[in-house]
């Protein structure tokens, strides 16, 4: 079996407001003075008490939506975390985190043949688009039939559940604002300090981790026609991106930068593309804006992974690498393996579509 670095990659991984003071002055000598009101304390808010540490929170929140039928549901997450997922489903259930979902949702969720397939017994016709199904059933149909025909159930999160996920959002979006600030001043190692105390947590070495970054923060965005400090920041959140292998994706990341581009008065539909990246678009049908701004994130966080890697392997010592390919197109090769001398294999990936990647 080969060995491959990069596979451990996704599993390592206003203060009250101040009343007035009023002082009456004695007019006449004899009414006596009003007492100082007292200055009120500062409110601090603390989180909502419960006994969920973080990766059992973010469970919760990936929870949400999820299939109640399907017991390996995020299996990989409590494995990742030692987590027992059927004792952790039991606690949240039993603290009241987590209960079924309104019939409703499994009805939104249902496939078209299946609502198709309900409306045809009732007569009622099929034809109109997913969300015009779901409108004919939910309208026509009783909750009790659709609860015996759609047998799909799915977690929601209750209230108390919404308020402390609410709460874990806002922390963690306050420390990646401070991590962003680290990214732009050049702070890598105290960057990876604060993403992973472990040393031995994050996927390959110190350098690995610094060459990530630095190699975004150096070419991400180059030729889009942004101010170099506007296109800086715009890297940042890529490069936060690149070494964080947690559930978010690169969508979410596109999405800060769209918001940060519009702040900063670009508008996203009219930056500057490269010209084989239009090619490819109009080639898969992939309309400009965030479409195309993701294709462009994945690939360079996709660089920057794979030269930080490659450079480890030399620092390491290797003589060859390998290239793992799943039918790539953009690297045309058949095999899903090819050996390469280190200094004469591929910049990966080759194009704007491939996955490939290095192993030993």
Not at 140 to 158: G, K, L, N, P, V
Not at 194 to 213: A, L
């Amino acid at each position: 079996m080969t060995f491959n670095p990069l596979s451990i990659i996704n599993r390592i991984f206003s203060a009250g407001k101040t009343t007035k003071t009023i002082t009456e002055r004695r007019p006449n000598n004899h009414a006596p003075l009003q007492e100082k009101a007292p200055e009120p304390s500062k409110e601090i808010i603390a989180p909502p008490k419960h006994q969920l540490n973080s990766p059992e929170i973010e469970f919760l929140s990936m929870l949400e939506g999820k299939n109640a039928n399907d017991a390996s549901v995020l299996g990989w997450w409590c494995a990742f975390h030692n987590l027992d997922r059927e004792k952790l489903i039991n606690k949240l259930k039993g603290q009241g985190y987590i209960a079924l979902a309104d019939y409703k949702v499994g009805v939104h969720k249902a496939t078209v043949p299946s609502l198709k397939a309900i409306l045809t017994m009732h007569g009622m016709s099929t034809k109109g688009r997913k969300g015009d199904l779901v409108e004919r059933v939910l309208e026509h149909i009783s909750q009790d039939e659709c609860t015996r025909y759609f047998t799909e159930s799915y977690w929601a999160m209750t209230p108390k559940a919404a308020d402390i996920v609410q709460s874990a959002e806002l922390r963690a979006k306050e420390e990646d604002d401070r991590h962003l600030v680290l990214i732009r001043d050049g702070k890598y190692e105290e960057f990876k300090r604060k993403v992973y105390p472990n040393r031995n947590e994050h996927w390959g070495t110190e350098d690995t981790f610094c060459e990530t970054v630095e190699f975004i923060m150096r070419l991400c965005f180059q030729g889009f026609g942004l101010r170099e400090e506007v296109r800086r920041n715009a890297a940042s959140f890529v490069a936060r991106r690149s070494v964080n292998y947690n559930s978010r994706g690169n969508s979410g990341c596109v999405k800060e930068i769209i918001e940060y581009l519009r702040s900063a008065s670009y508008d996203p539909l009219a930056l500057t593309i490269p010209d084989s990246l239009k090619e490819y678009a109009n080639t898969n049908s992939i309309t400009l804006g965030e479409d195309v701004l993701t294709v462009y994130t994945t690939f360079v966080i996709n660089k920057a992974r794979q030269n930080a890697e490659l450079n480890n392997f030399r620092r390491l010592g290797y003589k060859t690498v390998s290239v793992d390919s799943v039918a790539c197109d953009e690297c045309g090769r058949k095999k899903r393996q090819r050996k390469y001398v280190i200094d004469e294999v591929p910049s990966l990936p080759v194009g704007w579509g491939c996955a490939c990647t290095y192993s030993l």
